[in-house]
């Protein structure tokens, strides 16, 4: 097999709670500096303005209010802008019906989820009557191809949300993917407590993953303790699935949450070893599951309920990974600390 590289952060989300319309501008201008940031063509802009414009609506119009969640990064197709549209509202009962062009339930002309449709790259939504909706739709700057054939090749998908305590500037969360020959590599970091010094021990274990591409497991973790040292610490898993051999490899230092749940709905909770990364790691293991075609990795910091069930959401479970964690943000967030939630799926493809 040909040996392959992907990777991406996971933590540069901005979020915007949607409960009047001064706040669909400021979505619209968070959207519009994503864009830039990504070197999107005008068009290109504007059809993300007008989803993310369109997305709010919906939310005061349909549900009196939710959330907007935008992440910015590279994707398969290339620089991508995500966007989630999370409500608790009365839900749809039809939804292909909504989607239609002409179809309203607010006296409105009925075109928002039709045009939201027609100008994303990819769209998905789930939505449960009398439990709410949360739309997916990402955009995609046209004619650039991913940088490199690393892209091409890749194996895993990934969806996340991370969204800092409120009236924090910024999450004390970071996470990262990267693919390596087939091999996933999954981290979820989550700093002591919350705020910038939380957020600047989260990102020196990313950045300790990133800098030590050759280590895996223990001595990868071990590379991240001495790294987090002069930091405040954090709680640090690190998950490797490799499809080809059927194995995901886990290894985990204080409270991050982690379960492999398998096609027919089995639940396999991961173990973590009590600690904290950089200050108090007694002792430092990796353990071994087994990995099946077609399972579904979920990772989450404790800002996220640890009671949660896919089994209360017919057919979540084969739906995008960024749909299941915006549902599981929405519905199990505590709402008082940093929230980070991250899913990975097997897609199928490989190298060649």
Do not use: C
């Not at 046209?142 to 949300?161: D, I, L, M």
């Not at 405040?232 to 995901?248: C, K, N, Q, S, T």
């Amino acid at each position: 097999m040909e040996v392959t590289d992907r990777g991406e952060s996971l933590q540069d989300f901005r979020s915007v709670v949607v409960q009047d319309s001064s706040h669909t501008a400021e979505a619209r201008r968070i959207a519009l500096e994503l864009a830039s940031s990504l070197g999107f063509s005008e068009i290109e802009a504007g059809n993300l303005a007008l989803i993310v414009t369109e997305a709010a609506r919906n939310l005061l119009k349909h549900a009196g209010g939710g959330e907007l969640i935008l992440h910015g990064g590279d994707h398969d197709d290339g620089p991508t802008v995500e966007m989630l549209a999370v409500d608790k509202g009365p839900g749809m009962e039809d939804i292909s019906r909504s989607f239609r062009d002409g179809y309203s339930t607010a006296g409105t002309p009925g075109t928002g989820l039709g045009a939201i449709s027609r100008l994303a790259s990819l769209h998905d939504i789930y939505s449960q009557p009398r439990q709410g909706t949360v739309l997916l739709a990402q955009i995609a700057r046209r004619g650039v191809r991913p940088s490199g054939p690393k892209w091409r090749t890749a194996r895993f998908r990934v969806g996340a949300v991370s969204v800092p305590k409120p009236g924090e500037p910024v999450s004390g969360d970071a996470s990262a993917f990267s693919e390596r020959a087939g091999i996933g590599r999954l981290i979820v970091a989550d700093g002591l407590g919350h705020g910038l010094l939380a957020a600047d021990a989260a990102r020196a274990a990313v950045r300790a993953v990133i800098e030590h591409p050759d280590y895996s497991g223990v001595s990868l973790m071990r590379r991240i303790h001495t790294a987090l040292r002069p930091t405040r610490g954090a709680a640090v898993a690190i998950a490797e699935p490799d499809a080809e051999r059927g194995v995901l490899r886990y290894t985990g230092i204080g409270n991050v949450s982690a379960s492999i749940i398998s096609r027919d709905g089995r639940v396999q909770h991961l173990v973590s070893h009590a600690g904290t990364a950089g200050h108090e790691a007694h002792k430092i293991a990796e353990f071994s599951y087994r990995w099946e075609p077609g399972s579904l990795l979920i990772m989450h910091s404790d800002g996220l309920g640890s009671h949660w069930s896919l089994e209360r959401y017919p057919g979540l479970v084969a739906r995008h990974p960024s749909l299941i964690a915006g549902i599981l943000y929405r519905d199990f967030n505590r709402g008082r600390d940093d929230a980070t939630v991250v899913v990975l799926e097997e897609t199928g493809r490989t190298a060649g």
